[in-house]
């Protein structure tokens, strides 16, 4: 006999609820893609299996999205023949969320709702999913059997904080999703109604690559012996006729595979919130088709803003495989290396070994010189960008561009060219590196750079007195990051990279010498004092107003360093 049990929501599930619920109602459209977007996925999760258990797909091999409405009873279904669900999976992905970074998302929607400035780009930005289905629906049943499974669950809930789970019927594999759909206000769209879905279709999920169909009226010629007919023969009345045919209503474009000319501005921008889930245009794309020896097609956007995950370590990478058109995987980290983590995009590659396993696929030469090629093209990208443009993409990526330094030798001069600070002298601008080598003045032989947390008082930090006093420029690092960029740039442009307050600055060689002789009674002095507390007192190259200032030697940590680590608990 088959039990009905029922349970409650996590808590941060019943929050989420609460804030989409209450935040998203001006955007429900949404739900739909997100449903879909989820049978997609299930579809693609099952054909990955499929790949070394054939067995899985049976005769079911035809994949499809079906949409069926009910005007009547206000209900809408969407269901897919994917990979479906076991009992333990629904439980597990269903009443919780299970995504990385849960808690600190919801902490910053909170905030948000607070200083009512909660928008719905902040909520997109973590993709609703599943129980964006609330917003519309009062109830949401779903029933789901997983591939070679012979039982299949039923879930049901209301969204007000518990959910039933029991045994149910289901023929065939894969998932039903039925929303019954709440009341609504004078005005608002009927989601059973077959232009409504059609549009939504159209604008959000235009781009999902199995169809998406459904039942429609259509009308049809009523065939000439079925027509009724005058004296003359001439026909009286319709000459068509209403009748119900299955439709699909997306285009299923693989736009990637089309040339450049044949794809529309507005195709690309949708094309990249289908793949991101992002409500807003990217900042801009790169479209390649590489032919000869390294053949792949690649369409790659770099968002208009940093997702809040980005410094998450389970965050999923933006990537998806393809072969020929065919899905092989989402979340390819091989093909570009964590430091270009926030693009987004699709790589098909016709040569492919379908049958790669993601171990194989990080030996596999082919895809290690596409990684090659796009880590150099996206560079050349950023190279290439505006001035105007490219501010928008540091502010965002700069930080995760710069731990390109630590992983990526091959390409450091690119990153060297693509790197950026405010200085002593560039009021406020950014400074690239080559444009702080064309102003440095006569006699000046290195690169000065100084890190810390903080700008104002690295501005004004005695160690750079005697930089100042020379009109040297010097670099105000910022990012804790800047310390694996200096340790591994040790020059550019035949230029040293030089540390502003470690070791002698040997500005003026001469000074120094005769200072050391005219105070050697004092630093003996200071040295007593604080003998267990440093290891040197003499004279400084990098003063000028001040009277003394604490420094390391050119080989130690700088104190950003020191204080980074003690902060980590290093
Ligand atoms: P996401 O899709 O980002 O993982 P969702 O909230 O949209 O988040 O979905 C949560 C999880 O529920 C999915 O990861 C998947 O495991 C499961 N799921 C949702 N819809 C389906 C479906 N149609 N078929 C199989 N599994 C599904
Ligand atoms: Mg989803």
Known sequence: EARKETYEFKTEVQQMLHLIINSLYSNRDIFLRELISNASDAIDKLRFKAQTDPELLGDDTEFNIEIITDPENRTIEIADNGIGMTRDEVMENIGTIAKSGTAA???????????????????????????SAFIVAEKVTLITRAAGADKAVKWESAGDGA??????????????????????????????????????VKQHSDFVSYPIRMEVEKDEPIPEAEQEKDQDGKPVGETTRKVSATDTLNSMKAIWMQSKNDVSEDEYKEFYKHLSHDWNDPLTHIHLKLEGITEYSALLYIPASAPFDLFFPERKHGIQLYCKRVFIMDDCKELVPEYLRFIKGVVDAPDLNLNVSREILQQD????????????????LLRGMSDEEYEKFYAEFGQVLKEGFHSDWENKDRLADLIQYKTTRSEDKFVRLKDYVARMKPGQEEIYYITGDNLSMLINSPHLEALKAKEYEVLLMTDPVDEWVVQSLTEYDGKTLKSAEKGDLRLDDAADDTKKEEYSGLFEFIRGQLEEKIKEVKPSSHLKDSVACLSGDAHDMSAYMEKLLKSSGG
Do not use: C, H, M
């Open 105 to 131: 998302f919801l902490e910053a929607l909170e905030q948000a709702q607070k200083q009512e400035s909660l928008t719905p780009e902040l909520i997109g930005q973590f993709g609703v999913g599943f129980y």
């Open 365 to 380: 030469l082919l895809v290690r010189n596409i990684r090659k090629n796009l880590v150099k093209k996206v560079l050349d």
């Open 163 to 200: 959910y039933t789970i029991e045994e149910a019927e289901k023929p065939s594999r894969g998932t039903r999703i039925i929303l019954k759909l709440k009341a609504g206000e004078e005005g608002d769209k009927d989601y059973t109604q077959e232009w409504v879905i059609r549009n939504i």
